[in-house]
């Protein structure tokens, strides 16, 4: 039984092989009618290729034809605007998305210093009833100042 040499073919072909390669399928085409038939078949098909590779040609009329299928007229104005536009939205998108990860940010950080900021000062007035009074109405004026000043900061950062 004879070894083949249809892998080299398609190398052999487009001269791929080193010159031993060349000359070993060279050698084998010359006995071996398989891969000479093999060879041939490959060369019609590279042929075949080509020539429908070369036929092709745009039609009349083909860049026009894309664009109406696309919908794009270039004739119109309003395209060019289209592109600033979305450029514009993508940029507010993007602040947006960054703006509220910062405020979530901010806002946790902020929690967690008043929840260490309470337990702290739980300890050191938890004795004294007249200061946990006076704590408990300073709590209130931060949480309206902190409120007004959450709310002017939405109204401030939404479009
Ligand atoms: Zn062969």
């Known amino acids: 039984m004879q070894n083949h040499i249809e892998d080299l073919l398609?190398?052999?072909?487009?001269?791929?092989?080193?010159?031993?390669?060349?000359?070993?399928?060279?050698?084998?085409?010359?006995?071996?009618?398989?891969?000479?038939?093999?060879?041939?078949?490959?060369?019609?098909?590279q042929n075949q290729v080509v020539t429908a590779f070369h036929s092709i040609q745009a039609q009349e009329g083909l860049e026009d034809q894309v664009i109406?299928?696309?919908?794009?007229?270039?004739?119109?104005?309003?395209n060019w605007l289209l592109v600033p536009l979305l450029t514009v939205l993508c940029f507010i998108t993007i602040a947006l998305v960054a703006a509220g990860s910062l405020l979530f940010k901010f806002v946790s950080v902020g929690f967690r210093v008043l929840y260490y900021l309470v337990i702290a000062l739980g300890s050191i007035l938890g004795s004294n009833p007249y200061t946990i009074a006076g704590l408990i109405g300073f709590s209130i004026l931060l949480i309206v100042v902190s409120s007004i000043s959450l709310n002017h900061l939405f109204k401030t950062k939404s479009i």
């Open 68 to 78: 109406n299928a696309v919908g794009v007229d270039a004739s119109k104005q309003r």
């Open 10 to 45: 398609s190398a052999y072909m487009d001269h791929e092989l080193t010159e031993d390669e060349r000359q070993q399928v060279e050698d084998h085409l010359e006995s071996c009618p398989h891969c000479t038939a093999m060879l041939n078949e490959l060369m019609d098909i």
